[in-house]
């Protein structure tokens, strides 16, 4: 009895926030919208809309989630996407194998994409900020060159049946693209030493590095992985719409940002899961959803986004104090 009271007394508000405050957060955002647009947001039809347009957030999340558990980001996702998709459409479209053009096109391309920027943090010594912003910008010129600023259509009907369309009609295939991701990641980062490497540099690099783990090669990986996830959500998003546009994704990095802080990722690094993410993802689909449901400008979303990643981080930075402070 003693023992049970003693249990109770030392579960504080900040214990049940990190335990639970992602599911909290998803189930008042539909709460909200469901009482706002009872009929049109809670139909079936729009819940599945929600879940299958937040496939894309979701694994941009789980690359972003890689990046911000080294206490880092990277700001390149949006770009890895766009250029990812370019290429993996003309691939397509030139008549390669899909199975093939999904290999160079997406993971290899956004593999390689993601190493360059991890180098370049190794090479440099600067921060991800820094890096990856600079290759925002280049990746989105080469995509611009690459597809001569235009759309490329005439992706092959059975790739998009394939990848973009519904498993036994109902289930939408881009959302089980990302949910196996999602487990494959959560499979690395839980059971394996390099994921629980990841998480002791992003707790302390420098104590990480005199306890034997190579953090540079550690790093390398954990932006390749940035970069396949982007690359992978590039798929997907030619998958769903027939084609690929030069300007997909722009902005995109705001919400893989929102979605890995909200999925309870600390930005200060070390801390955070990927199935957290995920319901992440699926918050910031239900709010960009409501949003535009109840009539709320895109300009208004951007503002209510920009604050909301404020917000999460603000909150990070108190909980993760009080942590701390035992």
């Not at 766009?82 to 999904?102: D, E, N, Y």
């Not at 235009?150 to 973009?164: I, N, Q, W």
Request: charge should be positive; include cysteine.
């Amino acid at each position: 009895m003693a023992k049970d009271i003693a249990v109770k007394k030392r579960l504080s508000f900040s214990d049940v926030w990190d335990k639970y405050s992602t599911v909290l957060i998803l189930i008042l955002m539909i709460l909200v919208f469901g009482a706002l647009e009872p009929v049109a947001f809670l139909g079936g039809s729009n819940l599945i809309k929600i879940v299958e347009q937040s496939a894309i957030t979701i694994l941009l999340a789980c690359g972003e989630f890689f990046a911000i558990l080294l206490a880092g980001i990277d700001l390149s996702v949006s770009s890895t996407m766009a250029l990812t998709g370019v290429v993996t459409a003309k691939l397509l479209v030139a008549g390669v194998h899909p199975f093939l053009a999904v290999v160079l096109g997406a993971i290899l391309l956004g593999g390689l994409i993601g190493a360059l920027n991890g180098g370049l943090i190794n090479a440099t010594g600067l921060p991800p900020f820094i890096i990856t912003l600079g290759t925002q910008a280049i990746l989105r010129g080469l995509t611009l060159t690459v597809s001569s600023a235009r759309a490329v259509s005439g992706v092959p009907v059975t790739f998009t049946k394939a990848m973009g369309g519904k498993l036994f009609g109902v289930v939408p295939t881009p959302i089980l693209i990302a949910l196996i991701t999602a487990l494959v990641l959560t499979f690395f980062t839980k059971k394996t030493q390099a994921g629980r490497n990841l998480y002791a540099i992003g707790g302390n690099a420098q104590s990480a590095w005199f306890a034997g783990i190579n953090v540079k090669r550690h790093t390398l990986l954990a932006f390749t992985i940035a970069g396949i996830c982007a690359g992978l959500a590039g798929m997907v998003n030619i998958a769903r719409l027939g084609a690929a546009e030069p300007n997909a994704g722009t902005g995109y990095e705001t919400f893989a940002i929102a979605a890995a802080i909200i999925g309870g990722t600390s930005f200060f690094g070390g801390v955070g899961v990927v199935p957290k993410v995920v319901v992440g993802g699926l918050i910031i689909g239900v709010i960009n959803n409501g949003l535009n449901m109840v009539g709320v400008s895109s300009y208004y979303q951007q503002i209510a986004m920009g604050a909301l990643i404020i917000v999460a981080v603000t909150l990070d930075r108190f909980f993760g104090a009080s942590r701390k402070r035992g």
